[in-house]
């Protein structure tokens, strides 16, 4: 009796074990190693305008390792080796993505122009990482089904002669928000990989956020010096140069001698544009904040995008239980450093 006790005890454990067995949405599911971010669908709506909406208190966070195997996944050289806190929710058609990262520097200056004591040529154009000319950078991957066992595996597609995938049929939907150039816009800038290119979203209707301030770019022949400055000229400081405070450039002025003016003239009316929404391009709204402490400094951002766009270029996130995706982030990101810290490919759940 107390054998055939022990027997029935072992085998109810064991169907109970079976019976709990979650695969948390997925189709197949995940190696049981492999992280998950799971979205929670129970909270309301995170605002966007700050990062830390009392919402995301109640929402369970994964960490997602970045620089980790640097050689497939690449290694950032100012960040290593890192945890990348992440959180996410789905709410009303929308999916909300929270990113958390230490970066011991805020490159909020990237592509910056400087003022020297040449007098042929007053102003130097920054764009070198050696003189923090970069900006940093954040990327979220969604494999759009259609990229065979590829997915969405960064080790395939950003570390050859450029970012693409390696499947003629494959595509990638890419979220990219940049510290200099998207952040202060509140957005993000939306992209499609393919196996021949890595270019942002279709856009109807031009709406340029950012604007490059170096003069040349603007005028040819016009000279090598800035194309604005702000309103309060000498006197200004910040490191970015809005539309609607932005000034013709002066060159007149009693500039200092090391005087940094910004790279880019940012459009904030994008945001608001009635034409944003038929942009797939600027369709994923982002808020941002940078925390210097004593312990660490980090990045915060959340990401908003519709999970159905009506788009072909952004993945179809309403119809899917799951969706392989990966990140990376990059510190001080210039056109001739491509460096940066990737994840190896995890699940977003999208439907637990």
Not at 14 to 36: E, F, H, I, Q, Y
Not at 213 to 237: C, E, I
Not at 318 to 332: C, F, G, L, P, R
Request: hydrophobic fraction near 35%; aromatic fraction near 12%.
């Amino acid at each position: 009796m107390k054998r055939l006790l022990i027997s029935l005890l072992v085998l109810l454990g064991v169907l109970m074990v079976g019976c709990s067995k979650d695969d948390g949405g997925t189709n197949p599911p995940p190696p049981p190693a492999s992280p998950r971010l799971v979205v929670d669908t129970t909270v309301a709506a995170p605002s966007m305008t700050a990062v830390d909406d009392a919402v995301w208190n109640l929402v369970d966070s994964v960490n997602i390792e970045i620089g980790g195997d640097a050689a497939n996944y690449g290694s950032d050289p100012d960040l290593g080796k890192i945890n990348v806190t992440m959180k996410a929710i789905t709410r009303d058609g929308k999916l909300y993505i929270y990113a958390r990262w230490n970066d011991d520097y805020a490159n909020l200056r990237g592509n910056y122009i400087m003022k020297t004591n040449n007098e042929q040529d007053p102003w130097a154009h920054i764009t070198y990482a050696e003189a923090k000319g970069g900006e940093d950078k954040f990327f979220i991957l969604f494999d759009n089904g259609d990229n065979g066992t590829e997915k969405a595996n960064c080790a395939t597609m950003c570390h050859g002669t450029s970012m693409t995938t390696s499947t003629d049929s494959g595509n990638v939907d890419v979220w990219n928000w940049k510290s200099t150039t998207t952040a202060p816009g509140r957005l993000a800038e939306d992209e499609w990989w393919s196996h021949d290119t890595a270019k942002s979203d279709v856009e109807p209707y031009a709406l340029n956020l950012y604007i490059d301030n170096w003069y040349p770019y603007h005028v040819t022949g016009g000279g090598l010096r800035p194309w604005k400055m702000h309103s309060a000229d000498t006197a200004f400081h910040g490191a970015v140069l809005y539309t609607e405070d932005a000034i013709e450039y002066k060159s007149t002025k009693e500039w200092q001698l090391g005087y940094i003016m910004p790279g880019y003239v940012i459009d904030t009316t994008v945001y608001y544009s009635s034409y944003r929404s038929a942009n797939s391009r600027w369709d994923v709204i982002t808020a941002s904040r940078y925390d210097s402490i004593s312990v660490s400094s980090t990045w915060t951002v959340v990401f908003m995008r519709n999970l159905y766009t009506g788009n072909d270029d952004d993945a179809m996130l309403s119809v899917i239980d799951s969706v392989q995706i990966a990140v990376a982030a990059a510190d001080n990101h210039t056109t001739d450093a491509y460096q940066h810290s990737g994840s190896k490919p995890f699940y977003l759940i999208l439907k637990p």
